[in-house]
């Protein structure tokens, strides 16, 4: 009985420090300056908050703006004059890239990101598989992307800009 106790431990150490890893190494892809997320791995900046919401120093307050793909420009055209040039939407890659699958709800570093929401959040990439304008989103309660809306629904966005 003893030496299972023993194997039960030591396999659950081994468990846990895998588990401890992958959040490191997942949060060593990150690097969060004040409003801005360096992502390492892509070479790009996040906003830290959702549209519609702000850093406040210590988390995102507010509500977070769902919009349209029409709606987006202007958002884009306000963040590019308040914060600078070169903010998008970001890819199907980048969005996934930030998905947490250890995290739990919402599937997201809340370190990192805080206060997201767990709903879907679009990218700028269309659906090349659909005969329609769909684009794809990426869901935050569960981590599943969905290539099935138009660019006329209201979705949660996050912005990203290439690294100078």
């Known amino acids: 009985m003893m030496i299972l106790i023993?194997?039960?431990?030591?396999?659950?150490?081994?468990?846990?420090?895998?588990?401890?890893?992958?959040l490191q190494a997942e949060a060593a892809n990150f690097m969060a300056r004040d409003h801005l997320v360096v992502d390492l791995r892509f070479g790009v900046e996040w906003l830290r908050c959702s549209v519609g919401k702000v850093w406040n120093g210590?988390?995102?307050?507010?509500?977070?703006?769902?919009?349209?793909?029409?709606?987006?420009?202007?958002?884009?055209q306000q963040a590019s004059e308040q914060l600078g040039e070169g903010w998008r939407l970001p890819t199907l890659e980048?969005?996934?890239?930030?998905?947490c699958e250890e995290c739990g709800g919402p599937m997201i570093d809340q370190?990192?990101?805080?206060?997201?929401e767990t709903e879907p959040y679009w990218t700028g990439e269309q659906n090349g598989f659909s005969s329609k304008k769909y684009f794809f989103s990426v869901n935050f309660f569960n981590g599943w992307t969905f290539g099935r809306f138009p660019p006329s629904k209201p979705l949660a966005v996050r912005l990203v800009r290439d690294r100078n």
């Open 94 to 99: 980048e969005l996934e890239g930030i998905v």
């Open 111 to 116: 370190d990192i990101f805080p206060a997201t």
């Open 6 to 22: 023993a194997r039960f431990r030591a396999c659950l150490l081994v468990v846990i420090t895998v588990l401890a890893s992958a």
């Open 58 to 76: 210590t988390t995102c307050v507010g509500e977070v703006v769902r919009l349209n793909h029409d709606q987006i420009e202007i958002a884009i």
